[in-house]
C-alpha cells in the first residue's frame, strides 16, 4: 500500500524552483525515486544517497497549454459531478412528490430552486476555470 510522502520523509524548498526530500530512512530513497516517476509528474528525483531533490523546470509555452487542458478537464469533471446532484436531488423530490409529501406546485418550486443552485455552481465553476486559465497563461 502507498504511504504519503510527508510520512516518510521532510520536504522542504531551498531554492525558489527546488524540493529537497530528506527520508527519515535512507533506505526508501529508491521507493521515493519510483514513486515520484510512477506519478509521472513530469519531474526526474536525483539523490546523493541521503536525500532527494526535485528540480522543477521552467514552464515553457507547450506545457502552459497542457496546464490549461488539464484544469479545463477537472472543471468538467466537477460540473458533471454537481449534474449528478442535481439529477439525485430531482430524483429525491419526485419520490417526495409521489409519496404525498409535496404538491405539484410546491415540486415546481423546488425544483426551481435547485435548478438556480445548480446553475450558479456551474457558473462559479466556470469563472473559477477562466480565471486559473489566465493565471496558467501569464509569463
Known amino acids: 500500500m502507498a504511504t504519503p510522502l510527508k ?5 522542504s524548498v531551498p531554492e525558489p524552483r527546488t524540493l529537497l526530500i530528506s527520508p527519515f530512512d535512507p533506505k526508501c ?16 528525483p536525483q539523490n546523493d544517497g541521503k536525500v532527494v531533490r526535485l528540480t522543477i523546470p521552467q514552464v515553457t509555452e507547450e506545457r502552459r ?3 490549461v487542458k488539464t484544469v479545463k478537464k477537472m472543471g468538467e469533471e466537477v460540473k458533471v ?3 449528478n446532484l442535481r439529477r439525485d436531488a430531482n430524483d429525491e423530490l419526485k419520490k417526495e412528490q409521489k409519496g404525498g409529501d409535496l404538491t405539484e406546485d ?3 418550486k423546488e425544483l426551481d430552486a435547485v435548478q438556480k443552485i445548480i ?4 457558473k462559479d465553476i466556470d469563472d473559477i476555470v477562466a480565471a ?5 497563461m501569464e509569463v
Request: no cysteine; net charge negative; aromatic share 0%.
Open 81 to 83: 459531478a454537481v449534474r
Open 29 to 44: 530513497i529508491p521507493d521515493v525515486e519510483k514513486g515520484i516517476m510512477v506519478a509521472d509528474i513530469g519531474i526526474t
Open 7 to 11: 510520512n516518510l520523509a521532510n520536504i
Open 106 to 108: 410546491d415540486l415546481k
Open 132 to 136: 486559473k486559465d489566465k493565471e496558467i
Open 119 to 122: 446553475d450558479k455552481a456551474i
Open 65 to 67: 497549454k497542457e496546464l
